[in-house]
């Protein structure tokens, strides 16, 4: 694994501060391990760099843990269905990228991602209706890791079942089944003998409804942590804060460490 270092912004006059993002070159035998300790593959290249993977509060849930949390996937009254389809430019054909536009205007986020710019090996589309499969309203792009090769035959590839994590990068919606539908992404990660089910940073309010799911685990940038509550309460104090005075010296390590 190889450490890359942005160094974006920093405080020192009447401040400690220092804006800096870990980023890392990881290679494919060092997956499994790298997403244990709280790395996620960045979904744009940087710096020449066909992939590297980032360091945040990502989150996570433990599948051995996890209970679906509906009997029956529907809204209003019709059924949720999904395909599973690789991530290439054939995906925009689906309308999808009109779909995250209606979602981000509905939810009010900032539009700076596009999750339809760039695609990895890792990568691939869930694709939700209703009904019927020409009725789409509303998609996930996720990626898959897996564990080191010695795991796997001369044949597998990613499309293996057996992985070491599938991630949950972005999902958009034109009608609100969020729940609902990552309800059934998790089911079938479970059901595929995935081990963790990943969930991306955990940041802002926004992001809350994560420690709702049985099996949450959220990285401490030292360890995974259970304690829902202070997750939570990290996420508020994420939204309240609004300029870099705000942040004073805050950390979650101990100075003894």
Request: charged share 30%; glycine share 6%.
């Amino acid at each position: 694994m190889e450490l890359l270092f942005d160094h974006t912004f920093g405080k020192q006059e009447q401040q400690d501060l220092v804006i800096c993002r870990p980023m890392a070159i990881v290679d494919p035998d060092e997956e499994a391990e790298a997403i244990d300790r709280g790395w996620l593959a960045l979904d744009h290249p940087i710096d020449g760099h066909n992939e590297v993977f980032y360091q945040s509060r990502s989150t996570r849930i433990n599948l051995d843990l996890y209970r679906p949390r509906y009997k029956s996937h529907t809204y209003k009254g019709e059924k949720v269905g999904y395909k599973i389809i690789d991530a290439s430019e054939m995906v925009k054909l689906l309308s999808l990228p009109s779909i995250y536009k209606q979602y981000m205007k509905r939810k009010n986020f900032g539009a700076d991602y596009d999750p339809f710019a760039h695609y990895h090996k890792r990568d691939q589309f869930i694709v939700f209706y209703l009904s019927t499969a020409d009725n789409v309203v509303g998609f996930t792009k996720q990626k898959r890791y897996r564990f080191q090769e010695d795991n796997y035959s001369t044949i597998d590839s990613y499309d293996s079942r057996d992985l070491a994590g599938l991630e949950s990068v972005i999902h958009a919606n034109t009608v609100p089944i969020s729940d609902i539908t990552l309800d059934m992404e998790i089911e079938w990660a479970s059901d595929n003998y995935v081990r963790y089910f990943y969930m991306g940073s955990g940041y802002e309010q926004s992001s809350e409804y994560k420690a709702n799911y049985r099996g949450f685990e959220w990285w401490t940038g030292t360890e995974w942590s259970t304690n829902k509550k202070q997750y939570k309460r990290l996420c508020r104090r994420d939204s309240k804060l609004t300029d870099f005075s705000a942040l004073g010296n805050l950390s979650l390590i101990p100075d003894s460490l």
